[in-house]
């Protein structure tokens, strides 16, 4: 079946720093990759996806590439601000996903932005 | 404003009593979802539906009902509330196809005593 696998933190940086958050999948077909943010007390937002190999997705000055050679979809961000400070969570939606073509997530990774 | 809106924002519940969990979305989506979600366990699927009377069951849908009488609503239902259903519920709706994404609800924080 689907997976999604990332690093759940928590990941703490100091304002300005260079942010990666890894991400890596196993699907059966062509899935579309997602990033979804949550704000402290708020449900999950879409920041950004990418619907085919070598996509770049990209919002807020977060991107993310489609990279179906290494079955990865990791998220970047040149310089982070306190603001940025929210969980993370890396899905995926293809065949055989969870709820007949849903949604599969992974567990979340946790940012903390230090001033 | 187009969302989904979830009620109620936080409840307390006494063990054994029943309790029904509302969701409305607004966008005419076909796709709609129950999640929970818990510390270290990241979110859990509990029931779906593809469409307008259709439901099927998620990773953990023991303890939990759904019914979906029309397009719009898609309300959970904890038929006699155990302590370890305490947990935050999102509901959330797609339009069918693997391209798009969910819309998320903000939530019902549930406890139960």
């Known amino acids: 079946g689907n997976s999604v696998t990332q690093m759940e933190g928590p990941v703490t940086l100091s304002e300005e720093a260079f942010l990666t958050i890894n991400c890596t999948y196993t699907a059966t077909g062509y899935p579309s990759l997602f990033w979804y943010v949550q704000y402290p007390g708020e449900g999950l937002q879409l920041l950004l996806k990418?619907?085919?190999?070598?996509d770049k997705g990209s919002n807020k000055g977060f991107e993310a590439t489609y990279r179906k050679e290494t079955t990865s979809f990791h998220l970047e961000k040149g310089s982070v601000q306190v603001s940025d400070s929210a969980v993370y969570f890396c899905?995926?939606?293809?065949?055989?996903?969870?709820?007949?073509?849903?949604?599969?997530f992974g567990k979340g990774t946790h940012l903390i932005i230090q001033p | 404003i187009a969302g989904i809106t979830q009620a109620p924002t936080s409840q307390i519940l006494a063990a054994g009593r029943r309790m029904t969990l509302r969701c409305t979305q607004d966008m005419r989506h076909n796709a709609m979802y129950w999640y929970r979600q818990d510390l270290g366990l990241g979110l859990r699927l509990i029931h779906y539906?593809?469409?307008?009377?259709?439901?099927g069951k998620g990773e953990v849908p023991d303890g939990y009902s759904v019914s979906r009488a029309n397009t719009d609503d898609f309300p959970l239902t904890l038929a006699s509330a155990v302590p370890s259903q305490t947990s935050v519920y999102f509901c959330?709706?797609?339009?069918?196809?693997?391209?798009?994404?969910?819309?998320f609800g903000s939530g019902t924080r549930l406890t139960v005593v």
């Open positions: 990418a619907t085919k190999a070598d």
């Open positions: 539906s593809n469409t307008a009377g259709t439901t």
């Open positions: 899905a995926l939606r293809g065949p055989s996903g969870g709820g007949a073509d849903g949604l599969t």
């Open positions: 959330a709706s797609s339009k069918s196809g693997t391209n798009y994404g969910y819309t």
